[in-house]
């Protein structure tokens, strides 16, 4: 059974901060792994999805690498912005289901 | 991307009676989707998968009865919540699986939000 695991559960930081959001998983037969932000009472917006062929994805300020061979996958958040504040959550789909970690709350104060 | 709707956003009900949930794909057809709750600071956990014209595969500990789900059609899924109660006060978020020879991806409703007083 997949379980995947967030670290840390909250970061503080001041804007203009370059941070990293750290997520593993026990089950390496991954087919992807996503990276979700869900600001408070709200549903979840895709951040980054990576292919279990593919070592990273970037868009934007946003870069996210998968390493399937030690379970790992980092978010890595440039130049961060109070606007950037928000839970981000990993989940990996393994066996057409989808395992979330229990996020990291994000805060960026000016 | 792919969109996939929920309704409604929100509801309040009284204990003891049922509500509905409606989850679309609306320019997709799935074939899956999957029922998700969400309690407060706490993450995503998997309640169902939803199978267009078959029965439901429902997640240890949670009920069937309790949660019904219908899957007529390959953009819609019904998720009721049977004589709900305070309990059942959480965040419900569905997704529509989006399968293909390269892909695999699951697209999430807005989800709603069930306050059952």
């Given at each position: ?110 | ?35 998700y709750r969400q309690f407060p600071k706490q993450s995503l956990m998997l309640m169902a998968t939803s199978n267009e014209g078959s029965k439901a595969t429902y997640e240890q500990g949670v009920e069937k009865d ?52």
């Amino acid at each position: 059974k997949q379980e995947v695991t967030q670290i840390p559960a909250a970061l503080s930081v001041p804007e203009g901060e370059n941070l990293v959001l750290n997520c593993s998983f026990t089950d390496s037969a991954i087919y992807n792994l996503q990276w979700f932000r869900q600001d408070p009472g709200k549903g979840l917006t895709s951040l980054l999805l990576i292919q279990s062929s593919q070592r990273e994805q970037t868009s934007g300020r946003l870069n996210a690498s998968l390493d399937k061979s030690s379970g790992r996958s980092t978010l890595y958040i440039a130049a961060s912005q109070p606007g950037d504040s928000a839970t981000y959550l990993c989940a990996g789909t393994s066996y057409g289901k989808l395992t979330f970690g229990q996020g990291t709350i994000l805060t960026v104060h000016p | 991307g792919a969109v996939v709707s929920q309704h409604p956003s929100w509801v309040i009900c009284k204990s003891g009676t049922s509500v509905k949930i409606e989850c679309r794909s609306l320019d997709f057809q799935a074939t899956t989707m999957f029922w998700y709750r969400q309690f407060p600071k706490q993450s995503l956990m998997l309640m169902a998968t939803s199978n267009e014209g078959s029965k439901a595969t429902y997640e240890q500990g949670v009920e069937k009865d309790k949660f019904l789900i219908n899957h007529a059609s390959l953009t819609l899924s019904t998720l009721t919540v049977t004589s709900a109660h305070p309990e059942d006060s959480s965040f419900y978020i569905c997704s529509a699986r989006d399968e293909g020879e390269s892909t695999d991806t699951q697209y999430f409703g807005p989800g709603t939000r069930l306050t059952v007083l």
